[in-house]
């Protein structure tokens, strides 16, 4: 997995009308974000020189600052290249792995979990604990999460390493602020602010920074670190159907963060009953337990046992998963025509399900989406593995390191 | 109707790495604009020093930028107001009214039209056309609103105004460059790039910038005039249904600018055929010549006649117009539910209808959007009048000279 980078343009800095000693310390910021970024967003490992040809900055700014990244553990050195013309040795920069670390959490309704990442990609520590969370007491699994997540981090802190922050996934309308948790109707959740009641502490009892987040959204995210378009739409295929809407690498979302609720698309007003009080959800006929359940296997039953039976030809599991296909290429069709976006990435169940849904979501978007005929979707498996919202959390923690290093260095 | 502001935040502007004599040149501009802005975005019309204190500038340069935006038309002063302490007296200053010209023009499925705004946000010339243009000759129909066009350009630059540019609105599928339509299906248009067919001349032969955007997004601009949210889902009912989604005061395009057609949203799929070759899509519900049918007139009839008809208590009238309202709420809680937005504008035929649908649309969306039990979601009748996309698309050309006024003065 490629490093943390901070593509995601930053404002401009605004310069405050303060004295000017505030105004030096803000300069000082900023250029420290300017050598930052340019390591951090580089394509090949970049000598000082190359920063500040990159930055604008004098090279002995340049110098200074990258020691300072270098001391506080956001960037390393690799050893010295030899010079193609007369002069020191050149020193590549790159993120500092085992360093600093981000940590992303998630309560889904079969799982809870905890990933930590640091600065290179590498997946440092982790926890997963799978089961039915289905109406679940949110004290108690939050409790839960705060001990998985104190082992995680007591694992990183025994290296040497340093949390920067947490990230929690949840499957529900999370506000825009990272705050509040409206209402999660596969958990049960509502009304919930989980950060006070999580509590979650470092090692020597400091508050850490926890953000709250939709969990497509943060899957989503963890696209980004592969090789995807800069604009795409994610599915997140779980018990619940969630989406992220990705436009030039930034999540849009919406005026209060609340968007991507494809699974309550309406794909068929005379379908089956949702929890959500509507009929004919896309849940309904694609979310996870539906695909289970249609395909006579219990709901506690990984999706791995329906590719069993789909690999068998049963046709039972064939016919439910088409059907869940064709509705998913219905609300997907929507989508696209609602936002406009020109890639959907099938994240979550569908990942596994990909070789027998793909190719139906595709014909109906192909043959429903209005800009089909001139400029075609492009409908793929997401690349960022299980549990993808727990490296879109970490992510996340890491980017806003990397976006403002002062804070860690 | 409020005078032109610039309140879409521009980008940073980027300091090139010229020589000194071109950042003089940038750093110039960069602050005419933000004279032009401190006087456009004022609430109360503003004094030199009030520019002056709103944009961090000396007074001399910002006298010797308003003279420069006066002198261009751009920029008015009012009576001076005698000085609450010693000293002159302020002059008030004002968007320029009946100098500076934007054209809005369109195309659209029963009229074609153009209308010029000046910068205080008046109409200072119309043309408009009604009759139907379902599968015309593009040639033809532009070479007639060229004869419009020409028209009022005449009238307009014989009143000693002068034309900044056009923006053509057409009810289809627009790049978001604003140079080519992909299909507009009730034309029965398609790939076609309007602007030079159209060769849109001032009177002294200077060709004039034009650029094509989708009708429902330009007139979901034309709502920002009034008192409106900083965001909303605009809904433009015609022949076709298009919707522009405004965040924070600007339109998001999507990833091409094909968004927001919410017209082939699938309401119910046993319903009736739609020419895009779906079934049961929003505008075999909801579109203009639908209602009329459906009440038993014939598809050339105004909207009026089918409120005299509600009016009358007619049941057939009733019945499709509540059939009609029912597939629209339905669309639009999907709507909400992809984007999230809290605000929906109904514009085009429901404005007339809104007596009858507005109710309808909001019972369904408080039904369907998963967000409305906690935050309810606003249903209102567009406020900018007939022919909305003509003001859009006249104040976008007006908002992008405001935004430099440089080219202007």
Known sequence: MPAISTTTPAAAPRVPDGGSASRQHTLRERNLRLVAAAVFEATAPPSRAD??????????TVSTLVDRLVAGGLVAEL???AAQRAGRPAVPLVPAGRS???????????YLGVRALDLVGDVVA????TGSLHD?????????LRALAAEAIAEVEAAGMRVAGARLALPGLVDARGARLEVAPNLGWSSL??????DLRAGDGRALDVEVANEAKLAALAELAGDVPPSFLYVSGDVGVGAG????????????????????VVVDPSGPRCSCGASGCLEQYAGKEVLLRGSGLPTSAPVDAVVDLLRAGDVAALDTVRRGGRALGAALATFVNLVD????????????????????????????????PFAPVDVRPAAAGKHAALTGGAREVLRSVVADPARWV
Chains 1, 2 share one sequence.
Do not use: M
Not at 136 to 144: G, H, K, N, Q
């Open 51 to 60: 920063v500040a040809a990159a930055s604008g900055l004098t090279r002995a």
């Open 79 to 81: 050893p010295p290249v």
């Open 100 to 110: 600093v670390v981000g940590l992303g959490l998630e309560v889904n309704v079969d």
């Open 126 to 129: 982790e926890r997963v604990e």
């Open 136 to 144: 679940s007491d949110p004290r108690e699994v939050l409790a839960r």
């Open 193 to 198: 602010e989980p950060v006070p009641e999580l």
């Open 245 to 264: 809407i990705v436009v030039d690498r930034q999540l849009f979302l919406g005026e209060r963060g609340w968007n991507g609720e494809i699974g309550h």
């Open 341 to 372: 976006v020109s890639t959907i990435v099938l994240g979550g169940a569908y990942v596994e399900l990909y070789g027998w849904v793909g190719h139906v979501v595709a014909g109906v978007v192909e043959e429903r989406a209005l800009a089909a």
